[in-house]
């Protein structure tokens, strides 16, 4: 077998097996053999480049050269679906299709009404030419090679009588674990968090570096074929020849054949749509005849052929089964609810914040009780109130631990605050291992392997009682652990070797200063130039420091005055960590932004939001989260929540587009209150 062949040999086998694992959920192989095959592959492609594909298993990792997102013009409009909020206005609808088709027969198509963002691929002698986001429903953005990174979407269509060309829509999802784990991860870097699912798949849709979209495991469902030539002549049997193709189809897809059908559909999935892995938020019913939907038609607005149903947010009763209280790496304690596991928005809750004494007061928790809990914006699990009738006689309440739970230490009251604080910080091990495990962590020093649970092990080793243990730690002491083995051992000391190249503003963020988080340890590193500068400032001087208040600088002179961080400090010189501002830094980029305050709102196609965020400071601007008359403008992307238009509309404050925004920093120009652009 020459070369030509191997490769297409491969090539179909990894498409057959990917489908198997990404859409069927039934893998033939096992991880370890589909590794080899890829590996086979990738050494092939790059000994023969001219049996180059775009489609090539190899290329679903992304890259990080993505362009800007070209616009491109829907054949056939994206329309959107007319709401229903009842079992009621479902039936009236039926009751319309009735009429409007004079007694003739029909079927209705019940399914899924996912929650993500909508998508249209093109495919053209089975092979995907393109994928375009809905955008305004005429127009939308070219998103072909982030969707390629999606390992649910076929590339190359398996055998089939597919036609010659053709589009299917559907959604781009975000399963609710890899939502999760994506919010768990942006909390802890202290970055804001996705609301939903849905804007987690946007988002990250919008990305410029398609690596990172790869990263993200997003997922898709279709649910609608369109061409000139399709196989059938009903929508059920064309998304079963979807399926065949090669692509995710709804199990909850249904065939109905009247209005008690569909009721009990609604009230089916109402219950079960709970253990769906992805996020959804209604059913939709179509009828399934192509001839009788073309003469139905269309309002201005959506089809009448087809309606949404609206499921009402989700709730929950369940028993308390005690709290407990957690100390973290700031020496924060925070009441927790640990409840009898129930399924919420897709995932199972076990457990929920409580915040703090106040919260829990208010609630008036006893021992015993049933509690309300939802999924607040669909993000954190949160209670929301106590269902009474259910309290045990005699029920004890739930008072709040007046000494810290892992040390012992009396706890203090945050001066001002609703919460309370274990002062035990260089003898308090939870306290300890969150500083190593935030110094390690991707945003700050990104070495791979230390997590929360490898430091929790050093610690208990005594291997690493503080970050400057870290740059002490060697092969041979890390192989001696358990669960450690050689490889494991080489990604840390690499992680630890490339650690000490990581600019000083996140060496700063690092250091798990109080109050001091990624964006004020940028504008602190770029002011005060290096940790030696940092160290001889007085009081008033890092007050001066814009973004650092009183409060902010009392914490930074503390910190920058204990025994144990002088020690960190000086041994992190000695290990060659960057502590100064590097040279190329230093020479100043502009003033296009002086004295003024920037809200970023929405998803941007030229650069990323954190991007923004660092070109505004390197401007002379400041970053804010929250729309306020100190705004000077709002960076205005795709997607801006119609909540802030509406606040900027009320206080005057100007919308500036993406490219309004670029032109402003080349030609830099004064953005006069109440002009609105977008």
Known sequence: MDAKERIDRLREELNRHNHNYYVLNSPEISDRDFDMMMKELEALEKEHPEFADELSPTQRVG??????????????????????????????????????????????????????????????????????????????????????????????????????????????????????????????????LFANPRNAASGTLKMQDSREVARRHLDARFYYLLSDNLPFDTHYENMLAAEHWGFKVSKAMTLLHSLKEIDEYIAYWDEHRKELPVATDGLVFKVNSLRQQLNLGYTAKSPR??????????????????????TGRMGIVTPVANLEPVQLSGTIVKRASLHNDDIMQ??????????????????????????????????????????????????????GEAAWCCPNKYGCRPQITGRIEHFCARRMMNIDGIGEETAETLFAAGMVRNIRDIYSLTEEMLTKLDRFGEKAARRIMKGIEESKSVPFERVLYALSIPNVGETTAKRIARTVKSIDNMMTMSLEQLTAIPDVGPIIAQCIFDYLREPVNIENIEALRRAGVQLEVAADKLKPAGNALDGKTVVISGTFSRHSRDEYKDIIMV?????????????????????????????????????????????MLEAPAEVSDGETSV
């Open 619 to 663: 401007q002379g601007g400041k970053n804010s989260g929250s729309i306020s008359k100190k705004t000077s403008f709002v960076l205005a992307g795709e997607n801006m929540g119609p909540a802030k238009r509406d606040k900027c509309t009320q206080l005057g404050i100007p919308l500036v587009s993406e490219e309004e925004f670029l032109a």
């Open 63 to 192: 890259s990080d050269l993505t362009k800007g997102f070209e616009h491109v013009v829907h054949e056939r409009p994206m329309m959107s679906l007319s709401n229903t909020y009842s079992v009621g206005e479902v039936d009236e609808w039926g009751a319309r299709i009735d009429k409007a088709l004079d007694g003739e027969e029909y079927g209705i198509v019940g399914e899924m009404k996912f929650d993500g963002t909508s998508i249209s691929l093109t495919y053209r002698n089975g092979r995907l030419v393109r994928a375009v986001t809905r955008g305004d429903g005429t127009q939308g953005d070219d998103v072909t090679a982030n969707v390629k990174t999606i390992r649910s979407i076929p590339l190359q269509l398996l055998p089939g009588d597919w036609p010659e060309e053709f589009e299917i829509r559907g959604e781009i999802l975000m399963p609710w674990e890899v939502f999760e784990k994506l919010n768990a991860e942006r909390a802890y870097n202290e970055e804001p």
């Open 362 to 415: 208010e609630l008036d928790i006893h021992e015993g009780d049933h509690l309300y809990v939802e999924k607040a914006g669909e993000i954190i699990p949160q209670i929301t109130g106590v269902e009474v009738s259910k309290r045990p006689e005699g029920a004890a309440k739930i008072v709040f631990v007046k000494d810290c739970p892992v040390c012992g230490t009396p706890l203090r009251r945050i001066f």
């Open 305 to 326: 052929w087809a309606v949404a149903f609206k499921f009402n947010p989700e709730r929950a009763c369940t028993p308390l089964r005690f709290v407990s209280f957690e």
